[in-house]
């Protein structure tokens, strides 16, 4: 992280402590030698050349910033996972590798795929793949057949949930619906709606 611009600069702070990912800050005309990503203001990434990105540039959600710092990190390498556990309450799990981007639950089939939609739009990544549970099989053709119109480049697969119940699932800090959600995005499905093989270049 390098910046004169003291605004940016404590955003920059800010958001890279909650989303938890390790960073230096390093004063205008440092040795920067070492580092595989600068994260900077508009008005300086040119100094940078393609390892730089402008924080005015990133989303302001958490999970999406995340997956964005990530991918430019990668080089767009690496898949994204998703995980649906739909039912009355819908958990959502994302992932870009193994790295995990957001755990979220919701009440609305609606507001699940627009937040899905987010992560598709927004992360750079050579493969989007979204994993339905079919443990509620109303809900789940539902979400599936959003998921169709908000994230047509995505591969969708539905996915046994068998395992992945609430009872099942123990993870720190994350609820029932959440931690199933995890389970699901990394159990391979049958593919119901294949998207591109890659999504942004």
Sequence with gaps: MVTSEARIYYAIVSKMMKIGLPFTSAIPGA????CTL??????????????ALAF??????PGVFKG???SKVHRNNDVVLVGVDPGTRIGLAVFYGETSLEYSTFSSVAGLTRRVGAFVRGVPTKRFVIRVGNGSPSVAIRVVESLKLEAKDATIEMV???????????????????????KIAFRKGVVVHSGSSRIHV
């Design 56 to 61: 005015e540039d990133l989303d302001e959600n």
């Design 38 to 51: 600068i994260i900077t203001s508009a008005g300086e990434v040119g100094q940078f050349g393609g390892r």
């Design 68 to 70: 964005q710092v990530l």
């Design 160 to 182: 046994d949930e068998s395992g992945t119940s609430v009872r099942r699932v123990r993870m720190k800090g994350i609820q029932g619906d959440e931690g199933a959600a995890a």
């Design 31 to 34: 040795d920067r030698g070492d």
